[in-house]
């Protein structure tokens, strides 16, 4: 059974903050994402990662930055956190290519007052 | 436009009774995949249905890439079935999934 696993798994942090939310996958799968889910909009991917250094723009890109520094771990980051990146962040991962079943994590949970 | 869309968007059953999810999509799909999120929970992949018509347990999902359209079925629906399921599709080589916005099933005992 594939494993993602995401930490923290709950954050609050302050406005102008920098955040780190951390993606660790023991799969070895290729690619690996980063999405958002919020009320209304459904999920929405922020970056993606084809292999250890390689990050891509996903659909909402702007003011998340993400690192993919080997096969196992992907890290999302919030340089300067604003109150409208509160929401539930999912990471996942998949073998690529257009078939992947795609395995995710449990969601880190972020509040920024 | 979004361009995958579920209905109904929310569903109330009876325990025992079947569900049928409906999912359109606007873009041609190399793949399509239905996931369960529980409540307040993780995603869960239940299905990878490109085009036919695949069983799993209490699961069918018969997908018509033609019209662009999917299905889940849920037979003998359990108050555990209870949840958000999830479409999604990929379309080209990138494995990226566009998913839609989900149907709540809520299985009364």
């Known amino acids: 059974e594939a494993a993602v696993t995401q930490s923290p798994r709950n954050k609050v942090a302050v406005t102008g903050g920098k955040v780190t939310l951390s993606c660790n996958q023991t799969?070895?799968?290729?690619?690996m994402y980063w999405y958002r889910q919020d009320t209304g909009h459904g999920l929405r991917l922020i970056h993606y990662?084809?292999?250890?250094?390689?990050?891509e723009k996903g659909d909402i890109p702007d003011g998340y930055k993400a690192s993919r520094p080997s096969q196992e771990n992907f890290s999302l980051i919030l340089e300067l956190a604003t109150p409208s990146q509160t929401s539930v962040y999912f990471c996942?991962?998949?073998?690529?290519?257009?078939?992947?079943?795609?395995?995710f994590g449990a969601g880190t949970r972020l509040s920024v007052l | 436009g979004q361009q995958v869309q579920q209905s109904p968007a929310s569903l109330v059953l009876q325990e025992g009774e079947n569900a049928e999810l409906q999912c359109n999509f606007s873009?041609?799909?190399?793949?399509l995949q239905w996931f369960y999120q529980s409540p307040g929970g993780s995603l869960v992949s239940l299905l990878s249905?490109?085009?036919g018509t695949k069983h799993t347990g209490r699961l069918t999902s018969t997908t018509v890439t033609k019209e662009r359209r999917s299905s889940l079925h849920i037979s003998s629906s359990q108050t555990t079935d209870s949840g958000t399921y999830l479409c999604?599709?990929?379309?080209?080589?990138?494995?990226?999934?566009?998913f839609g916005l989900g149907t709540t099933l809520q299985v009364q005992p």
């Open positions: 996942a991962s998949g073998e690529g290519q257009g078939g992947n079943t795609l395995y």
């Open positions: 999604a599709l990929i379309t080209g080589n990138t494995g990226k999934l566009i």
């Open positions: 873009s041609t799909a190399t793949q």
């Open positions: 799969n070895n799968h290729n690619n």
């Open positions: 990662s084809y292999g250890a250094g390689s990050t």
């Open positions: 249905n490109p085009s």
